[in-house]
């Protein structure tokens, strides 16, 4: 655990010395749970929102995009169950004056025993070698299997209760399972009580005639309201999907784990209009569909799993969270949900308006149903980012830190470097950066030793460092250093761009989805 704490600190402050994250307002000390995106980070999470971006608008023929406001007219809202149960479980330790999420003091709890089971897992696939079963190991460990139906007994406990609003027993739960407060080890609990997550806000500015509103929670309610506007005007024929990208606020009570978790943060989402009936199908396909873009990053099979859900939300009939192995353990990074004919049902009952769709082959009308993927931009620089961050020994018994970006998503693919500040070398530098800007991200640097520079850029995770020395100028060329493997070749100034194209461009890493 410690190690963990420690590797994840790491994480936090690579992400500020080298100009990802900042807090946000952080010279007046901060705004808990809020963060802002420095140079390196805009240009990292832009990356990933054009990549997310192309594998669901520009590669599917039948999902297009839109770009919906944060504020919605507040009936939204009512009709989706936002109002009424958009809700976190709380509960406060007397003693600390702590205040926690219920069900995630269990789901801790329950993470415990699941790095028990991990422990053991490694330990025997250290003793059997290759000849270790990982699945038959987990099916007949008798430690194992014990752990394994604790926490699934617990879990589905957690969920039951949470499904039946029986706070009494989640209350019961966390006393059961001698669950203390993290800051202070004491177990004098509260009752548990609801809290609405929705932040509110006014429109208008006179007192008696403002209009009570809400940051959206989730950026799905943009696309629902619209859903008949785009099916008409893009004449989209069912099965089809809208997408977008934007801001959800939520009023998180605990805030923590740097941007896991945050208060403002980025959604990516796309609902798919689909025939009723048809759910399982396309839920299924949503769910090996979304897995084989992120494997396609290359950051490893074992890193993701998938988590069924037992307490569903309100408006679900299935769902599942793909989950990533963070430095503080497998969580939730994205969620498939199967979401029935629930919102558009209700926000025809509400607005008095039918959103229905004309079916030409079945020849009926219909309130389509709706397979949603839902991933948090920001959950994902973070896999992203913790993922990559490495120490590595080197040969000569030295550590450098390297940040092994997917070089697609880098934010800058290539620093060009004169060996020295003199004899014309900065000049030709500058050359190669204003031919190469065109298609690239590229910068300059000249301070401090090359070696240190280069370790800056491994650092940063700058895919290819381009040094220009003295024989640049009489042969044109120039070497250039991979990030990943350290190793430097020479070639001639003309062949960069095709050189860099290859390793970052964009088609060739989605096409690994195929
Ligand atoms: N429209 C469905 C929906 O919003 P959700 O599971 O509440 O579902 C979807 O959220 C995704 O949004 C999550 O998987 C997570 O990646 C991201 N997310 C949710 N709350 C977040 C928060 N407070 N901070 C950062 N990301 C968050």
């Known amino acids: ?12 402050s690579h992400a500020k010395e080298y100009g990802y ?19 390196n980070g805009a240009e990292l999470k832009k990356n990933i929102r054009e990549y997310w971006w192309k594998a669901m608008v520009q590669l599917n023929e039948n999902i297009i995009g839109i770009d919906a406001a944060i504020l919605m007219h507040p009936t939204t809202w009512k009709a989706s169950g936002h109002v009424d149960a958009f809700n976190d479980p709380l509960i406060d330790n007397k003693d600390s004056k702590k205040r926690y999420r219920a069900d995630v003091l269990v789901e801790d709890y329950v993470a415990k025993i699941e790095g028990k089971i991990e422990k053991e897992v490694a330990k025997a696939a250290k003793r059997f070698g290759d000849s270790f079963d990982k699945k038959q190991f987990l099916a007949t460990n008798q430690r194992v299997v014990e752990y394994q139906e604790k926490a699934d007994t617990i879990l589905k406990r957690l969920g039951r209760s949470l499904e039946n609003e029986d706070l009494a027993d989640v209350k019961s739960l966390i006393e059961e399972l001698d669950i203390a407060c993290p800051m202070s080890g004491s177990k004098n609990w509260t009752d548990v009580k609801q809290f609405n997550l929705m932040f509110g806000t006014k429109l208008g500015a006179n007192a008696e005639s403002a209009m009570d509103l809400y940051l959206r929670p989730e950026t799905a309610q943009g696309i629902f309201v619209n859903f008949l506007n785009v099916q008409k005007t893009g004449r989209m024929k069912i099965p089809f999907g809208i ?33 009723p009936g048809s759910q399982k199908e396309w839920y299924e396909k949503w769910k090996e569909n979304r897995l084989k873009w992120h494997l396609s990053l290359g950051m490893g099979e074992d890193n993701y799993r998938f988590h069924d ?16 192995r963070f430095p503080f353990g497998f969580k939730e990074l994205e969620g498939i949900h199967s979401r029935t ?17 004309f079916d030409p082959e079945l020849k009926e009308n219909y309130v389509p149903y709706v397979v949603e993927t839902s991933i948090g931009l920001d959950r994902m620089f973070l896999a992203i980012f913790s993922h990559s961050l490495q120490e590595e020994e080197l040969e000569n018994n030295t550590t450098r830190t390297v940040l ?4 697609v998503l ?3 693919k290539a620093a060009v470097l004169p060996l020295v500040k003199k004899d014309g070398l900065p000049e030709v530098a500058h050359k190669i950066i204003d031919d190469l800007k065109w298609d690239f991200n590229v910068i300059y640097d000249e301070k401090d030793a090359i070696g240190r520079r280069y370790r800056r850029q491994d650092a940063a995770g700058t895919p290819f460092c381009i040094t220009v020395d003295h024989q640049t100028l009489e042969d044109e060329t120039v070497t250039i250093r991979h990030r990943d493997t350290m190793e430097q070749n020479r070639v001639a100034i003309t062949d960069l761009r095709a050189i860099i194209a290859k390793e970052v461009d964009m088609k060739s890493w989605l096409q690994r989805m195929a």
């Open 404 to 407: 092994r970006l997917p070089a």
């Open 1 to 12: 655990m410690a190690k963990q704490e420690d590797d994840f600190k790491k994480v936090i």
């Open 243 to 275: 997408a977008q990208t934007g801001k959800a606020f939520r009023n998180e009570i605990v805030a923590r784990q740097f941007i896991f978790r945050m208060r403002e943060f980025e959604q990516m989402e796309m609902q798919f209009f689909i025939r």
């Open 21 to 39: 994250v900042f807090q946000s307002s952080e010279i007046y000390d901060g705004l808990s749970a809020v963060y802002d995106y420095a140079q």
């Open 341 to 357: 004919d629930f919102d558009l049902s209700q926000h025809e009952k509400y607005s008095g308006k039918k959103l229905q769709y």
């Open 309 to 324: 859900h037992e307490k569903l939300a309100h408006y679900a009939d299935a769902a599942t969270d793909i989950e990533f």
């Open 410 to 412: 880098a934010p800058t």
